[in-house]
């Protein structure tokens, strides 16, 4: 019997082409902006709900409400709050990316450009809030 006749192994451009077209989200920016963009999501759902659940603390104890309204005002607190500007200025702006890639006939295409003008648009304005809300956090009124 004669064996099947065998193909050459690939050659490394051949398995780096494979491996770069198998999908947009293995590495690179598509994937990264898939990640982030549900990170930022749960983080601010997060954030949605125990914000909604100490505001409603003023009703059942006003004491406990005025407590809980005092832990925030710490330096830690301050520094979360400049996690959660830059969770919503990622998670917008590269909410309307994904809306582009998604309706634009070449949005696809541009997509990684997309990606790092949303990180320097992101960037841009947090560095425009930092330094401003760190100030009030630490005094600098």
Do not use: C
């Not at 690939?10 to 989200?25: I, N, S, V």
């Not at 979360?80 to 295409?109: Q, S, T």
């Not at 841009?124 to 930092?130: Q, S």
């Amino acid at each position: 019997m004669a064996s099947a006749p065998t193909l050459p192994p690939p050659t490394p451009r051949a398995q780096t082409k494979e491996k770069k077209f198998a999908t947009l989200y293995r590495g690179g920016e598509g994937m990264w902006s898939w990640v982030l963009q549900r990170v930022t999501g749960m983080l601010l759902f997060l954030f949605l709900l125990v914000h909604v659940l100490d505001t409603a603390l003023v009703r059942v104890s006003p004491e406990v409400y005025n407590e809980v309204i005092g832990t925030y005002k710490t330096p830690i607190m301050g520094i979360g709050e400049l996690g959660l500007v830059a969770a919503i200025l990622f998670h917008a702006f590269n909410g309307v990316r994904i809306i582009l890639v998604d309706f634009l006939a070449k949005g696809p295409r541009y997509q990684r450009v997309m990606f790092w003008i949303v990180i320097g648009v992101a960037v841009v304005l947090f560095l425009g809030f930092a330094p401003r809300h760190l100030m009030n956090v630490f005094g600098g009124h």
